[in-house]
Antibody, heavy 120, light 108 residues
C-alpha cells in the first residue's frame, strides 16, 4: 500500500531556509503519470498547495511562493525534498506531502503532516 | 491565483442533504474537469472524497457526490451522518493547483 511520511525541523528561525523530506513507499516516482506534491495548512486555516514534481522531473510551483520554493526528487531513495527560503512566522503551518493520482489531478494518499513553527 | 471560494459553514440534521459550493474561474474550475474534494477531521490529514469532478474513490460512501456547472463545482452529502462533521476543501487543477477556502460541515 502507498504511504508517505514527512520529516524535517519542527522549529526554524525567521530568515532561515526550511528543508522538508517526504519519504514514501508503495509506488515509484519513475512510473509514468506519478507525482508528489506539498501542501501546507497554517493552524486553524485552509489548505494551500505549494509545489509538485512529476515522474519526468516536471516541476510546478505556487505562483505566489515560486521564488522561495525548490522541489527535487531522489528516485533511488523514494524521497522528495522541498526547500523554502527566507522563512517567516506566517509560514508556521503543518506541511503535508501527498501522492498524485497517476495520470490524474488529485491527491489520493497523504502523509500525516509535520508542524513547522517559525519563531526566533 | 486566488483560492477557490467556499461557504464558511453549512449545517444539517442527520438524514438531510447539504451542498457545498466551490467557485473559481474559467482558468481553474471552469477550464478543467479536474476538481477534487477532501474531507478533514480535526488533527487529521485530508482524505480524498471526490476526484475528476464526480468520481468516488473506492471506499467512499455513495452519499457523497460531486458536480460542476461553469466555474462552480459542488459537493453534496446525502443522508447526512454524524461522522460527516468535518472540514471540506475543494481543489482544482489550473496548470498548477489551487485549494478552496474550506467549509465546516456541522451535523445538528
Amino acid at each position: 500500500q502507498i504511504t508517505l511520511k514527512e520529516s524535517g525541523p519542527t522549529l526554524v528561525k525567521p530568515t532561515q531556509t526550511l528543508t522538508l523530506t517526504c519519504t514514501f513507499s508503495g509506488f515509484s516516482l519513475s512510473t509514468s503519470g506519478v507525482g508528489v506534491g506539498w501542501i501546507r495548512q497554517p493552524p486553524g486555516k485552509a489548505l494551500e498547495w505549494l509545489a509538485l514534481i512529476y515522474w519526468n522531473d516536471d516541476k510546478r510551483y505556487s505562483p505566489s511562493l515560486k521564488s522561495r520554493l525548490t522541489i527535487t526528487k531522489d528516485t533511488s531513495k523514494n524521497q522528495v525534498v522541498l526547500t523554502m527560503t527566507n522563512m517567516d512566522p506566517v509560514d508556521t503551518a503543518t506541511y503535508y506531502c501527498a501522492h498524485l493520482h497517476a495520470s490524474g489531478a488529485d491527491f489520493d494518499y497523504w502523509g500525516q503532516g509535520t508542524l513547522v513553527t517559525v519563531s526566533s | 491565483q486566488s483560492a477557490l471560494t467556499q461557504p464558511r459553514s453549512v449545517s444539517g440534521s442527520p438524514g438531510q442533504s447539504v451542498t457545498i459550493s466551490c467557485t473559481g474561474t474559467s482558468s481553474d474550475v471552469g477550464g478543467y474537469n479536474y476538481v477534487s474534494w477532501y474531507q478533514q477531521h480535526p488533527g487529521k490529514a485530508p482524505k480524498l472524497m471526490i476526484y475528476d469532478v464526480s468520481k468516488r474513490p473506492s471506499g467512499v460512501p455513495d452519499r457523497f457526490s460531486g458536480s460542476k456547472s461553469g466555474n462552480t463545482a459542488s459537493l453534496t452529502i446525502s443522508g447526512l451522518q454524524a461522522e460527516d462533521e468535518a472540514d471540506y476543501y475543494c481543489c482544482s487543477y489550473a496548470g498548477s493547483y489551487v485549494f478552496g477556502t474550506g467549509t465546516k460541515v456541522t451535523v445538528l
